[in-house]
T-cell receptor
């Protein structure tokens, strides 16, 4: 199984450009998440989804958009990229969506994004 | 006071040493505690999960939760160079996994 696959692995954007970070999982998980990880900082939740067609904001949603048209895919859209969006982005998925059942989040390998 | 505090290190130890990694937290409602391990340029992976207080052991790894002190620990016995990674604590209370709060992570290097 591939697990959670993110593309691209690296990207450099100019200020004001837009791009979509792709995330696909093959584990039939309903729950999917987008995090960003800044140097020396913990993971911050951007958006999450509890199933196809349902998304909700996390802690740091400004400047981002998501969609969930299928169970497998959860793309993250950056509009009008800003230097503050320079970060490593991780997509994750889980089966139960709750820590009460020894929940395990499966993470992708990340996308390193620089906005210059 | 931040919700979860974790010393970022870096921490450097010789092979075979016992390693202690710690997090403190302020929200007494937290009851699910996890440790994730993150290798360089990789995503985090779940290492240990503990519910409420107590200890949990898995091979060379022991997770400890002290809810009265709002303090969690991860001990690594007989540390190996392959344990070199960043360790992130994470915790949550009743609700969905979207409420998971991560520490900043401690970077550990085990020298052969």
């Amino acid at each position: 199984n591939a697990g959670v696959t993110q593309t691209p692995k690296f990207r450099i954007l100019k200020i004001g450009q837009s791009m979509t970070l792709q995330c696909t999982q093959d584990m039939n998980h309903n729950y999917m998440y987008w995090y960003r990880q800044d140097p020396g900082m913990g993971l911050k939740l951007i958006y999450y989804s509890v199933g196809a067609g349902i998304t909700d904001k996390g802690e740091v949603p400004n400047g981002y958009n998501v969609s969930r048209s299928t169970t497998e895919d959860f793309p993250l859209r950056l509009e009008l990229a800003a230097p503050s969006q320079t970060s490593v982005y991780f997509c994750a998925s889980s089966y139960w969506g709750s820590p009460a059942v020894n929940e395990k989040l499966f993470f992708g390998s990340g996308t390193q994004l620089s906005v210059l | 006071q931040k919700e979860v505090e974790q010393d970022p290190g870096p921490l450097s130890v010789p092979e075979g040493a016992i390693v202690s990694l710690n997090c403190t937290y302020s929200n007494s409602a937290f009851q699910y505690f996890m440790w994730y391990r993150q290798y360089s340029r990789k995503g985090p992976e779940l290492l240990m999960y503990t519910y409420s207080s107590g200890n949990k052991e898995d091979g060379r790894f022991t997770a400890q939760v002290d809810k009265s002190s709002k303090y969690i620990s991860l001990f690594i016995r007989d540390s190996q160079p392959s344990d070199s990674a960043t360790y992130l604590c994470a915790m949550s209370f009743q609700g969905g996994s979207e409420k998971l709060v991560f520490g900043k992570g401690t970077k550990l290097t085990v020298n052969p």
